[in-house]
């Protein structure tokens, strides 16, 4: 399983399969059920909730840190998640005097931040459900009930390990050059390996109904390299942004990371549609664009009726 895993993710079968990526005709079939589904309206519902259920358990998390030691890697995410929309406004280690938030409060604050996050995951996990079941709608099973939960404490653990293994204030121990290099290009690839697996088994969880031969590793990549430009996009515009000198910066810079939130959430049903969509277009994509998968015609056989005797 393991093999198979990252035989899917070597370089060389990306750069083998950019050729199916350039059907006109699937990206036409994407932007239809993209219309159709509302993924726009959709995918701003899941940024508000997911934005909220974010604030909520990161600032429970730090005033939790003021009488409980928490992990390294769960309190630099907490942090990161405040500053990240430029609203942090306490250290990751807070004096002791200050005045800290009830046990009570605390509680019920990290009660209703869980339940935002959710609820943006259910909305999502029913857009992709509606994506793979072709717009109709499944019974509700314990199933259906238990996989937000589940797929939720996936997300969040995948980002304390993608924090774990890319955060740079982690590295204690200084190596010289090339192995250094070394480390950070396999931490790096460990992390995109992780979101590549929990893309792939939220994909597989969603459907209830899973097609043989429908493609699965189509979509993860496609998210991958998609969110991958977002990302060095939104590195570009806040380096950018940090060299002028400009009177509502910290705006700018909520608003550059709320865009790159809702574009992420975006790619998530973009990734799924395309895996549908392609186990229908990947016999095309090897013919001329002129040529149509037209049907055989109905042989003479088949309008005999069998006599009985």
């Given at each position: 399983m393991a093999k198979r895993f990252w035989h899917h993710l070597s370089p060389t079968l990306w750069v083998s399969s950019l050729a199916v990526y350039g059907n006109g005709r699937l990206w036409r079939e994407v932007w239809t059920q993209a219309a159709r589904s509302r993924?726009?309206?959709?995918g701003a519902a899941v940024a508000f909730f997911w934005l909220l259920g974010l604030l909520g358990l990161s600032f429970g998390l730090l005033q939790w840190h003021q009488t409980h030691a928490l992990p390294p890697a769960?309190?630099?995410?907490?942090h990161s998640v405040q500053t990240t929309l430029a609203l942090a406004v306490s250290e990751p280690n807070p004096p002791a005097s200050r005045s800290s938030v009830g046990v009570w409060q605390l509680g019920l604050l990290s009660l209703v931040a869980w339940v935002c996050l959710v609820s943006g995951t259910q909305k999502l996990i029913r857009l992709i459900t509606l994506v793979y079941s072709n717009g109709s709608t499944q019974p509700h099973r314990w199933r259906t009930r238990l996989l937000p939960w589940g797929i939720t404490l996936m997300g969040l653990g995948i980002g304390v390990i993608i924090f774990a293994l890319v955060d740079r204030n982690g590295e204690?121990?200084?190596q010289p050059g090339f192995t250094q290099w070394v480390w950070r290009l396999s931490r790096w690839a460990l992390a995109l390996g992780s979101v590549a697996l929990g893309l792939g088994l939220g994909y597989r969880l969603v459907a209830q109904r899973w097609t043989?031969?429908?493609p699965l590793w189509a979509g993860v990549r496609l998210v991958l390299a998609l969110g991958l430009g977002l990302l060095g996009?939104?590195?570009w515009a806040l380096s950018w942004l940090a060299q002028q000198n400009i009177a509502y910066g910290l705006l700018l810079t909520l608003g550059i990371n709320l865009g790159?939130?809702?574009g992420c959430i975006w790619l998530v049903p973009l990734g799924a549609q395309v895996n549908l969509s392609l186990i229908r277009h990947r016999a095309g994509a090897s013919r001329p664009w002129s040529m149509s998968s037209v049907p055989p015609p109905p042989s003479f056989d088949s309008f005999k009726i069998k006599r009985r005797d």
């Amino acid at each position: 399983m393991a093999k198979r895993f990252w035989h899917h993710l070597s370089p060389t079968l990306w750069v083998s399969s950019l050729a199916v990526y350039g059907n006109g005709r699937l990206w036409r079939e994407v932007w239809t059920q993209a219309a159709r589904s509302r993924w726009s309206e959709v995918g701003a519902a899941v940024a508000f909730f997911w934005l909220l259920g974010l604030l909520g358990l990161s600032f429970g998390l730090l005033q939790w840190h003021q009488t409980h030691a928490l992990p390294p890697a769960v309190l630099g995410l907490a942090h990161s998640v405040q500053t990240t929309l430029a609203l942090a406004v306490s250290e990751p280690n807070p004096p002791a005097s200050r005045s800290s938030v009830g046990v009570w409060q605390l509680g019920l604050l990290s009660l209703v931040a869980w339940v935002c996050l959710v609820s943006g995951t259910q909305k999502l996990i029913r857009l992709i459900t509606l994506v793979y079941s072709n717009g109709s709608t499944q019974p509700h099973r314990w199933r259906t009930r238990l996989l937000p939960w589940g797929i939720t404490l996936m997300g969040l653990g995948i980002g304390v390990i993608i924090f774990a293994l890319v955060d740079r204030n982690g590295e204690h121990v200084a190596q010289p050059g090339f192995t250094q290099w070394v480390w950070r290009l396999s931490r790096w690839a460990l992390a995109l390996g992780s979101v590549a697996l929990g893309l792939g088994l939220g994909y597989r969880l969603v459907a209830q109904r899973w097609t043989p031969g429908l493609p699965l590793w189509a979509g993860v990549r496609l998210v991958l390299a998609l969110g991958l430009g977002l990302l060095g996009l939104r590195s570009w515009a806040l380096s950018w942004l940090a060299q002028q000198n400009i009177a509502y910066g910290l705006l700018l810079t909520l608003g550059i990371n709320l865009g790159v939130l809702y574009g992420c959430i975006w790619l998530v049903p973009l990734g799924a549609q395309v895996n549908l969509s392609l186990i229908r277009h990947r016999a095309g994509a090897s013919r001329p664009w002129s040529m149509s998968s037209v049907p055989p015609p109905p042989s003479f056989d088949s309008f005999k009726i069998k006599r009985r005797d």
